[in-house]
């Protein structure tokens, strides 16, 4: 014979103090669990959604990042000329021979200079981005020193809005837009003709070339003759397998510590438990005794125990998701370790990232509440009924 579900419910409610606190300390583990979660799933979207599933990205062989990467003039029109890539209005090849740069800015408020990566583009530059929208000014004209800049990054620097100039590269940059490109890494970019970049920073070759296929089934063509071509040292990969591996260095770091910390603060939340639930064994021996003597088994007794741990765990997951879920209102920035420049994305919170921290929870209070509740169970009727 079980207990009823209201005899767990009305002891919860009589310690309404010690009921809080313990689940309060898991909402908390839960919160610090389920944000880490976010911020590596916030940090992955970004980079993933920079990136077009028809687009391929090539750069130097071996270069971890753009920044680091050269791909002169001659590479760059064999590219070009590759069948495998497609044509747009007009015959014009849908490529874009791109220079990336770093440049440093002040930030808002703090005046702190930061590194901003700085994009050159071809003319095909924007077509092959779809996602980027201007929401505010107009776009830069070609052979000209003006640029536009993500949204994300003139929300950050004083001096990156509609209007304002930026020096960088011995030359004034006038900023006549501002863009859009839903999230992804871009927002936090300046961009402007390649040409005036690449002759400001005195560079002689590309940093990447950009082009969309004829056919995403084309890839695997085009990547077996542009890497086995004795004349080139490049790396072709589709531009969001590119983006994505940008994201796996700091991704790693951000799951590693938050895993490191979710362990450590689980440990406290689940002694908490155990010591309530101890707690509430020895406040309640005549209680168990009396249990017993009108036939309730051990079995009853342990699972109703239990079941108070793991409620206690259930309402700390439900309130820690809950808290968890306004962080996707902050915007955070934070270096990236393979471009070393500034990227800003949110956290995000995925169904996954929810059932994952519950889980966790449920699986704090079982843990915390084992012990107690098998003392419970193991209360002699005798003893328990003569206790004071």
Known sequence: MALPIRYTLRNLWTRKLTTALTAGGMALVVFVFAAVQMLDTGLRATLVATGQPDNVLITRRGAGAEISSGVDRSQASIVESQPEIASGAGGTRMISKEAVILITLPKRGTGQATNVTTRGIGEAGLMLRP????????????????????????????????????????????????????????????????????????????????????????????????EGDPRLTLDVKRERVFYEEQSQALSKFISYLGLTL???????????????????????????????????????????????????????????????????????STLNWQSFAELAFSFALTPKIAVLSFCFAIVMGIVGGFLPAVRAARLKIVDALRAA
């Open 131 to 226: 996602q980027v929208q201007l929401v505010q000014g107009r776009a830069f004209e070609r052979g000209s020193t003006e640029v536009v800049v993500g949204k994300s990054l003139a929300t950050r620097f004083e001096s990156a809005t509609v209007g304002s100039v930026l020096r960088f590269g011995g030359r004034e940059w006038r900023v006549v837009g501002i863009f859009d490109s839903g999230g992804a890494a871009f927002d936090s970019e300046v961009w402007g003709d390649n040409d005036q970049l690449m002759q400001a920073f005195r560079r002689q070759a590309y940093s990447s070339v950009i082009g969309r296929l004829v056919d995403a089934n084309a890839y695997t063509d085009l990547k077996t003759r542009l």
């Open 262 to 332: 979710s362990i450590i603060f689980s440990i406290g939340a689940m002694i908490g438990a155990m010591i309530t639930m101890y707690a509430a064994v020895a406040n309640r021996v005549r209680e168990i005794g009396t249990l017993r003597a009108l036939g309730f088994r051990r079995r009853a007794v342990l699972m109703a125990f239990l079941f108070e741990s793991v409620l206690l765990g259930a309402v700390g997951g439900a309130v820690g998701i809950a808290l968890a879920s306004f962080m996707q209102l902050v915007q955070i």
